[in-house]
C-alpha cells in the first residue's frame, strides 16, 4: 500500500469546512423557506443593506444544513415589500423569495432548500442572495439595495466526498473490478485512518443498515432523487443509522473501520443503478465520481 497523501483538511477543522459534519442523532435542518407571493402593489423606500450574512458557506442538495440568509435593512418607508434573488456565478436568477412589509432594523432569514424555481436541484456551483425592493427589473435595480456581497456567496453541490478527513483512492486491488476470490470487487476502497468520520455522500433513506461476514457493518442508502443506491462498508461500530431513517446529505453515518473482511482501515464504497442494491440494480465503478465530489471536499 502506498503512503496515504493528505489530501484532505486536518479532522479538527472538517466540521467547519463542511458546514458542519454535527454528532449522528443531532437533528438536521429545517426545511427551506416557502418563497411567498409578490405583493400586488409593491412599495418601497430608498433601501440599504445594513447587515447580512450567510451560514454555511458550503452546503448540499437535500443537506443536513441549507444555506440560510439572515439580514436586514435601512430604509426611509416603515414597510417594504422586498425580492431577494438566489443567484448563480454568472449573476442568473435560480430561485426568488418574497418578503412583504418588512420593517427597517428587522432581522430577516431566508433559507434556500437548493431548488431551482422550476424545483429541480440545483447544479453545482458558487451562488449569492441579492436583497432588493420589488418591482423592479434586474437591470434598473439601484445597486445600494441589491446586495450581493462577498459575505453572502456560498458554495452548494449534489453530493459530499464520504469521508472527512485525509483520505487516498485506493488502485490495483482497490479498484472496482479488481479480481477476487470467487469473485470481483464490487466497490471502490478509500483508504483513511480507522475512526475517521463518514458521512452521506447523498442523503435519502436508510435501505439497510447491519452487520454481515465480508461487509462487516454497512449501510445501504437509496439516494434522494436519484434512484442510485451508495453502500458503505467495514465500518468501525454498527451505523448510527437504522433501516428505514431518513438521512441528509453529508450527514455522519458512522467512521472508518476495517470489520468483516478487511486487511486496513478503508471505506469500501458502491454505487447501484437504478432499481438498486440488490433489487434488480447493478454496481457500476464510483471512482469517477468519487473523484469528482473530492475537489470540493
Ligand atoms: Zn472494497
Redesign the pocket.
Known sequence: MAAIALLGVPAGSAAATTGGARPPGATPTANGSPTGPPSSEPSAGSLSVSSARTTPRKSFYFGFHYPRLTFTIESSQPQNDLRIDVVNRLGEVVQTFYRNDVAPGAPTGIRWDGATAEGRPARNGTYSFRIGPQGATASARPSTASSTAPSLSFSFYGYAFPVLGPHEL?MGA?RFGAARTGHT?????VMAECGMPLVAARGGEVQYAGFEGSAGNYVVIDGKGTGVDFMY??LAEPSPLHTGDSVRTGQPIGIVGETGD?TAC?L??EMWSAPGWYEGGSPFDPLPYLERWDRWS
Not at 470487487?185 to 476502497?189: E, T
Open positions: 485506493g482497490g470487487h464490487q466497490g471502490q476502497d462498508a467495514h478487511a478503508h469500501h464504497f
